[in-house]
Each structure stands twice: as structure tokens, then as C-alpha cells.
């Protein structure tokens, strides 16, 4: 059963460090900027919004779902 | 006053007078290893996803072995996922900018690193162009080599997209820079310079 509260602590702390990763990245990246061009982004077309999106999006799903499966399988 | 000025507008340590005439990240070849990383990690999951049932009924089960197992299943994908994402993310912000005055490395991450390697254009004495291998020949990226004026090192750049248009700026500017010296054309003027005016990556 402690096993499922540590999960469940995991997964707040690992949203958490997203959001926080997040907002330091956006800090620096509007104070510095740059222009991109499709010469400068990953494979041409993808932007570093797009990572912040996809890391948001992921870390979140997979904190709910473990946290959710671990209760699950436990209780 | 304060408006006219390029100090840390686009990288910190940025010069009063400095203008980026462009920039670049590493090739993407870098990544590749993680991306592969990463699509083994989305397969194992589609595939755990995929055989749900099944595998619902394997951690169901009242062993307190299995439960720890699951619990540590759990914390590895959750450090994978933030581990990768810290690496795209330190892909962006490592660049190599040139600007009218010197070559900056920015190696920088989130978290743990920040460090800024500048060489001057006018220390330059050499730059070579290398290409070797039939991955950097058919993927264009390379390295380039240089050597200062000052002392026999050289700092090597390496992984970098379409190196023969940056020779071709780095020796540019080099020779413009050389012929300007330090000429009354490098102090900003209100025409010159405007807040906030973008900088082409490569156009």
C-alpha cells in the first residue's frame, strides 16, 4: 500500500518538475530570442513548442495512468 | 537609449555593438540514438497497451514481489520520459551563433550547464571544412575546424548542418571584419538597429 502513495507522490513530483522545466524554458527562450527557420529546426519543421506540448502532454498521462493503475492493482 | 543597443538580445553575453548574421544547432544526427530510444519505449508501451488484460492480471496478482516490480517499471519510464525530453530540449538550446564580431558556442541545458565558447574573427587564421565518411557526405553535416591566430589549438565544431555555408559566412565575415577593423560603421545608429528585429537562421 505504501508503494501506491510513493507512486502517487511520484507522479506529483514528476508533473511538477515538467511544468517547472517548462517554465524555465519559456522564461529563457523569450529572453533570448531567434528567428527560426526551416534550417534550424529539427528535421526542418519541428519546434520547441511542440517538444513543451508533447513533454506537458506525456508526463501528465503518464502520471494519472501509473498512479491509477498502481491503486488498481493493489487495492 | 537602451533600445538601439544588442546587449544579451539574443544570447547573454551578447555585445553592445554585436549583430547575429546567423545561427545553427547541431544535425540531427545527434538525436538518433535517442529517438530510437524513444520509439522502443512508445512500442513497449503499445504493445503493454495492447495485452492490457493480460497483463493486468500479471500485477493483480498478491505478490508483493510483482507489486515492486510494477512500482519499478513505473519510476523507470517516468525518468526515461523526463530524461528524454531534457535531451530534445538541450538540442535546442545548444547553438553555435556568429555574429559580426566572433563565433559563440552556447552549451547550454536546463539545469545542470551554461558555458559560452566565443573566438573572435579576428584570432581566426585557418577554418577547414571537414566532411569525411559516407553518413556526413550523404546527410551533409560536418565539422569545422578552427585554427587561431594566437596560439597553434584549434576549436572544432562539430555535427554541424550544411557546413559548407558556414565557411563560406564564417570566411565572409572574416574578411568584411578584417577590412572594417574597427571602423565608425560598427557603432549602432537608430537606422541600424531596431528592437526587437528577427534574425534569419539561414535566409
Known sequence: MALVWITTVIGIISIGFCLMSVKILYRYINRYRFDESKYTLLFGFVRLRYIAAAYIVISILFGVISTVFMFDITL | ?203
Request: charged share 25%.
Open chain 2, 1 to 203: 537609449m537602451s533600445e538601439t543597443l544588442n546587449t544579451d538580445r539574443h544570447f547573454k553575453g551578447q555585445l553592445e555593438n554585436e549583430t547575429v548574421e546567423c545561427f545553427c544547432r547541431k544535425h540531427w544526427i545527434v538525436l538518433i540514438r535517442d529517438i530510437l530510444g524513444f520509439l522502443i519505449f512508445i512500442t513497449v508501451l503499445i504493445l503493454l497497451i495492447a495485452n492490457f488484460v493480460r497483463v493486468y492480471t500479471f500485477f493483480s496478482q498478491d505478490s508483493s514481489l510483482i507489486t515492486l516490480l510494477a512500482f519499478s517499471i513505473v519510476c523507470l519510464f517516468t525518468l526515461y520520459i523526463h530524461h528524454f525530453f531534457l535531451r530534445l530540449i538541450k538540442y535546442y538550446l545548444e547553438i553555435v551563433v556568429i555574429t559580426n564580431y566572433r563565433i559563440v558556442d552556447v552549451d547550454k541545458s536546463l539545469y545542470l550547464r551554461d558555458s559560452k565558447d566565443a573566438i573572435d574573427l579576428s584570432k581566426i587564421q585557418d577554418i577547414k571544412e571537414s566532411k569525411h565518411g559516407i553518413m556526413k557526405k550523404m546527410l551533409n553535416f560536418g565539422e569545422l575546424i578552427i585554427t587561431l591566430s594566437s596560439t597553434s589549438t584549434t576549436k572544432t565544431l562539430s555535427f554541424i548542418p550544411n557546413p559548407g555555408y558556414y565557411f563560406r559566412k564564417i570566411n565572409e565575415l572574416k574578411r568584411e571584419y578584417i577590412q572594417k577593423g574597427l571602423s565608425n560603421k560598427d557603432v549602432p545608429t537608430h537606422k541600424s538597429i531596431k528592437k526587437n528585429e528577427p534574425i534569419s537562421g539561414l535566409s
